[in-house]
């Protein structure tokens, strides 16, 4: 069947399969960077997290489905293909999204700008200490060129970084697009959105259950599938109702007794699917109920400078630390 997709979202949890478990967490911290940002979120289409198929929207959407992992170990492949080499068991895996530094211009090679934005920031932490992972972005279709390049150069020299030796950078990338990334810095790690996804699918077949993992992978998979990533017939319901994201499909999922993550993840991507079809849903928890339109965060203009650059990657990130609690 043919559904009249739209072509925005008005509330940020309609088109984020992995839905935080609580607004305390540092993930919705994470996510609330990018869609509380009046600058990308405006009317014009081709930005913003709110419309499907932008890079703003698709970087945070397909990656923070590895928030289901709650143990660091399961993120162990994912840094391994990015060229990091973790030692012994990962302890902690933290991460961010458009990780906003104010630089002195032209203090960085070939860039001349006020301010640099590593799309996504990885931390980790190990037996041999701490180390991170800068990445520059791409969306399908779109390869990087020599501008991406001298920004992912620069993004491990931020002031923020300097006290971690072990750094690396890494462009997320099509697949289309793997060997011009790779030509452009052949020092950078590269990973395509397709190797991601079934990174993430083998991970969940390692550290779920047969029942859990029988209920995550196909919802992994359809989520890639809607970006034009691999292909993927449309899980059915966790009801017995037709429709996607209904109260009944919520309580379904609860009963299934599975990680609380992962619920998160059943329910927000019913919800994804739902809002894909242009169909009527419901709210999945009581704290989203208030959350602000997309209209509102652009009327409000209530992000600051300050808020975009709070490192929420660093371990050393606490809730209080915020400032703007939307």
């Known amino acids: 069947m043919k559904h009249n997709r739209p072509s925005e979202a008005d509330q940020w949890w309609q088109v984020m399969p992995a839905l935080p478990v609580s607004p305390e967490t540092q993930h919705h911290a994470a996510l609330r960077r990018i869609w509380a940002d009046h600058t990308i979120n ?24 590895w928030a289901i992992f709650n143990n660091p170990q399961a993120l162990c492949t994912l840094l391994k293909k990015v060229g990091a080499r973790p030692v012994g068991e990962l ?68 002031d923020s970084m300097r006290a971690i030796e072990r750094k690396h950078r890494a462009f997320l990338v099509g697949a289309e697009s793997v060997a011009v990334a790779m030509k452009l810095d052949p020092q ?87 809002h894909w079809r242009n169909e009527k849903h419901a709210c999945p928890a009581a704290w989203m109920t208030n959350a602000p339109t997309r209209e509102e965060l652009s009327e409000r203009k209530a992000q600051s400078s300050a808020d975009r650059r709070l490192n929420r990657w660093s371990p050393k990130w606490r809730s209080s630390l915020e400032q703007l609690r939307i």
């Open 188 to 274: 950078a790690g590269v990973l395509s959105w397709n190797d991601m996804q079934q990174l993430l699918v083998e991970a969940a077949y390692c550290e779920f259950s047969c029942d859990v993992y029988s209920l995550v992978a196909p919802w992994i998979e359809r989520a890639f599938a809607r970006h034009g990533i691999g292909s993927a017939s449309t899980p059915k319901s966790a009801s017995e109702e037709a429709t996607y994201g209904t109260q009944a499909a919520f309580e379904a999922i609860d009963a299934t007794g599975a990680p609380l993550a992962v619920r998160q993840f059943l329910k927000g991507s019913e919800i994804v699917e739902a």
């Open 42 to 65: 405006t009317r014009a289409k081709g930005r913003g997290y709110y419309h499907w198929g932008t890079e703003d929207h698709i970087t945070p959407a397909l990656f923070q489905i």
């Open 91 to 158: 302890r902690h895996v933290q991460w961010a999204y458009a990780c906003e530094e104010a630089i002195a211009r032209g203090t960085f090679p070939g860039f001349s700008g006020r301010i640099l934005i590593p799309d996504i920031v990885i931390h980790y932490e190990d037996e041999a200490g701490c180390g991170l992972i800068a990445f520059e972005v791409k969306k399908p279709g779109v390869a990087p060129n020599e501008k991406d390049a001298t920004k992912l150069s620069n993004y491990t020299r931020l």
